[in-house]
Nanobody, 123 residues
């Protein structure tokens, strides 16, 4: 059974930092792209960042470039999203997902999803 389990969400003030973790099991970790997505109330789910495991390529949406960093610990089958300089507009439910092919930040290209972890940034 494939499982993706997110953790690390919480409530912070604007300018603060959080590190999200996504622990993956049940699939060949090195063969999958792992992405972070978010969904705010009343809005569509959007791609935040992606790590292409095959070559280490990283994608970021424009609004988080320079603030968020994606990384992985392959020994732990875990992908992290370090989020710095958080803004109220970053408030959302954050999901990680796995795709077996080059998916970049395309929501529909991902095969497996976690349950999400809430990030709330107050002004």
């Amino acid at each position: 059974e494939v499982q993706l389990v997110e953790s690390g969400g919480g409530r912070v003030q604007a300018g603060g930092s959080l590190r999200l973790s996504c622990e993956v099991s049940g699939l060949s970790f090195d063969d999958y792209d792992i992405g972070w997505f978010r969904q705010a109330p009343g809005k569509e789910r959007e791609g935040v960042s992606c790590l292409r495991q095959s070559d280490g390529l990283k994608y970021y949406r424009d609004s988080v470039k320079g603030r968020f960093t994606i990384s992985s610990d392959n020994a732990k089958n875990t992908v992290y999203l370090q989020m710095n300089s958080l803004k109220p507009e970053d408030t959302a439910l954050y999901y990680c997902a796995a795709a077996h092919y080059r998916a970049a930040l395309t929501v529909g290209a991902y095969d497996y999803w976690g349950q999400g972890t809430q990030v709330t940034v107050s002004s």
